[in-house]
């Protein structure tokens, strides 16, 4: 199941918060970036974050993207500013983007 631009514009308001938020559709999913570094996605309107030590301590429910797929967490949080704070805590932990 795709997932819908509406939840897609729900997700980007809670990311109002967070600098430089780019998104890529992806096979009817969308992937989402911070300052060039992928943080997470939205799968079958669920939001979801790369599994870090920060985003674990922060939330408590893991879920599998789609088949095949390493453990995400789910981000059940409506607060922006926490939303927020949980991306800018995950940005150090994650690599940076390769150059092409």
């Known amino acids: 199941m795709a997932s ?3 939840y897609l ?3 980007l308001d809670l990311l109002a918060g967070v600098p430089d938020v780019t998104t890529r559709k992806m ?3 969308y992937l989402l970036y911070a300052s060039g570094k992928l943080f997470g996605g939205v799968y079958d309107d669920r939001f979801l974050v790369k599994a870090t030590p920060a985003s674990q ?3 408590s429910t893991e879920e599998v993207p789609y088949d095949g797929a390493s453990t995400m967490m789910l981000v059940d949080v ?3 500013d926490a939303v927020a704070d949980l991306v800018a805590s995950m940005l150090p932990e994650l690599p940076e983007p390769r150059r092409r």
């Open 4 to 6: 819908s631009a509406e």
């Open 9 to 11: 514009a729900y997700v």
């Open 27 to 29: 096979m009817g999913e």
């Open 57 to 59: 301590a922060a939330l």
């Open 78 to 80: 409506e607060d922006r």
